[in-house]
């Protein structure tokens, strides 16, 4: 079945940077936008940004756009979230989802498990 | 982009009914037929139930139901069912191309 598996979580220092990956599986990697949404400890979800994965281009919530980073690799059809200058207010979990496009409607129908990235000093 | 507006909470007995709103604006809800909807149990990723407003995608149980008025749509579960407790969000296409969240609502079954 179609999989989206992301990395595994992470620690970091504030002002650092993460690099979360999201590989995917069993579906033409290249049909389909991936999303990124993030979710506060104890808080709702947050829409960040979208790539093509064939790398055609990115979209980035106004919130994020100097903040974070997505690339993708479609040799391993894996898609990456970059997140910099990190700061305690980014301690969330990181989720990426699919998102058909073309004859397709905008919503999410597969979402990786989550990847959590704690700030701390 | 504002979040979407829902209650925080609900609550509801067994086989009883419930409905969930999600007030936006013309610019996403109002503008466009691309509400969807996520069930999200603790500690899980979020699983699509609606979209399309009112579209179940395969598998999931008919007593999830989504509808839309103007600027606000609804989710409604019919039969509540133990396995129903769980937050809900709302998630709508805007007119920037982005999306946005509902700030979720949590629903307890009494």
């Known amino acids: 079945q179609v999989q989206l598996v992301q990395s595994g979580a992470e620690v970091k220092k504030p002002g650092a940077s993460v690099k979360i990956s999201c590989k995917t599986s069993?579906?033409?990697?290249?049909?389909?936008?991936i999303h990124w949404v993030r979710q506060a400890p104890g808080q709702g979800l947050e829409w960040m940004g979208v790539?093509?994965?064939?790398?055609?281009?990115?979209f980035y919530a106004q919130k994020f756009q100097d903040k974070v980073t997505l690339t993708s690799e479609t040799s391993t059809q894996t898609v990456y979230l970059e997140v910099n200058s990190l700061r305690s207010e980014d301690t969330a979990v990181y989720y990426c989802?699919?998102?058909?496009?073309?004859?397709?409607?905008?919503?999410?129908?597969?979402w990786g498990q989550g990847t959590l990235v704690t700030v701390a000093s | 982009q504002s979040a979407l507006t829902q209650p925080a909470s609900v609550s509801g007995s067994p086989g009883q009914s419930i409905t969930i709103s999600c007030t936006g604006s013309?610019?996403?809800?109002?503008?466009?037929?691309?509400v969807s909807w996520y069930q999200q149990h603790p500690g899980k990723a979020p699983k699509l139930i609606i979209f399309?407003?009112?579209n179940r995608p395969s598998g999931v149980s008919n007593r999830f139901s989504g509808s839309k008025s103007g600027n606000t749509a609804s989710l409604t579960i019919s039969g509540l069912q133990a396995e129903d407790e769980a937050d809900y969000y709302c998630?709508?296409?805007?007119?920037?191309?982005?999306?946005?969240f509902g700030g979720g609502t949590k629903l307890t079954v009494l």
């Open positions: 399309d407003v009112t």
């Open positions: 790539i093509v994965p064939d790398g055609d281009g990115t």
């Open positions: 069993t579906y033409t990697f290249t049909n389909y936008y």
């Open positions: 989802a699919r998102e058909g496009y073309g004859d397709k409607t905008p919503h999410f129908d597969q």
């Open positions: 998630c709508s296409y805007t007119s920037s191309s982005t999306r946005v």
């Open positions: 013309s610019s996403d809800i109002g503008g466009y037929n691309f």
